[in-house]
């Protein structure tokens, strides 16, 4: 389980797109489970994309004219595949939806319509879910269900990418990534929600200075790709970076 953290404007969203395939970067790759998923055609991408990535929109984007059920299916259609009532009606009963199952999403709260998304990225069972502030229009005790399906879908085996300002939420994940700028400034293990605060309060990078952060390293089956640890002058500010692995054989030596 991967946090994407970071203040406004530092590119979290814009770096959730081009990780699941839904925006072409200006050069580099994105891999995901073996697939270069840019080497893709637009029709076998998309293709891709449904067979393997869910995800959560920030702004939910359901169809508003649509039913809970129907839009919680919509993957299943595009995908030319048979609707599964049951799969559905326990997703929808496990976020707390089942009795708004034929209501209309126009007619729901914010945070119902969070947790409708929510379900129907998951539907199709994803190897990879990407999530955009996915507790953000949420309150506290739906917060907590939401992070420990996303919790329990990691620690089942699939990769969960998240960008959110919730430190609480991030101080879940196996990864933090920071980014400032358009930048991946640093990249940590598990941290505190008051390291992750800290962290994104701080100025990583000196001004003019190139970015000190992790080399590439694979995150489940991605692989999140960084620059090399540049070399700085002595006596300037420096952000060690160090792996669980590494917090282990330091503390054994």
């Known amino acids: 389980m ?104 126009s007619a729901l709260s914010g945070g119902e319509q969070q947790r409708v998304a929510l379900c129907r990225a998951l539907l199709m069972r994803p190897a990879v879910v990407f999530a955009d502030e996915p507790t953000g229009a949420l ?16 620690d089942a085996g699939s990769s969960v990418v998240m960008v959110t300002h919730d430190t609480d939420a991030a101080a879940l994940a196996d990864h933090v990534i920071f980014l400032r700028d358009g930048q991946v400034t640093h990249i940590a293990g598990r941290l505190t929600a008051e390291q992750i605060a800290d962290g994104i309060r701080r100025t990583f990078v000196p001004a003019g200075s190139p970015p000190l952060v992790a080399p590439a390293r694979s995150v489940g089956p991605m692989m999140v790709n960084a620059q090399p640890i540049q070399s700085v002058q002595p006596g300037r500010p420096v952000q060690r970076v160090a792996y669980p692995q590494q917090r282990k054989e330091a503390h054994r030596g």
């Open 2 to 105: 991967t946090a994407i953290v970071g203040p406004s404007g530092a590119g979290k969203t814009s770096l959730l797109y081009v990780l699941s395939g839904l925006d072409r970067p200006d050069s580099g790759r994105v891999t995901i489970g073996g697939t270069d998923v840019y080497a893709l055609n637009e029709e076998r991408r998309s293709r891709f994309i449904r067979g393997h990535i869910g995800f959560v929109f920030q702004q939910y984007n359901l169809v508003p004219y649509l039913t809970v059920e129907e839009n919680v299916m919509l993957p299943l259609s595009l995908a030319h595949r048979k609707a599964d009532y049951v799969q559905v009606t326990q997703l929808l009963s496990r976020f707390g939806l089942r009795q708004r199952a034929k209501t209309t999403v």
């Open 139 to 154: 309150d506290t005790a739906n917060s907590e269900l939401v992070l420990q399906v996303l919790r329990e879908l990691a």
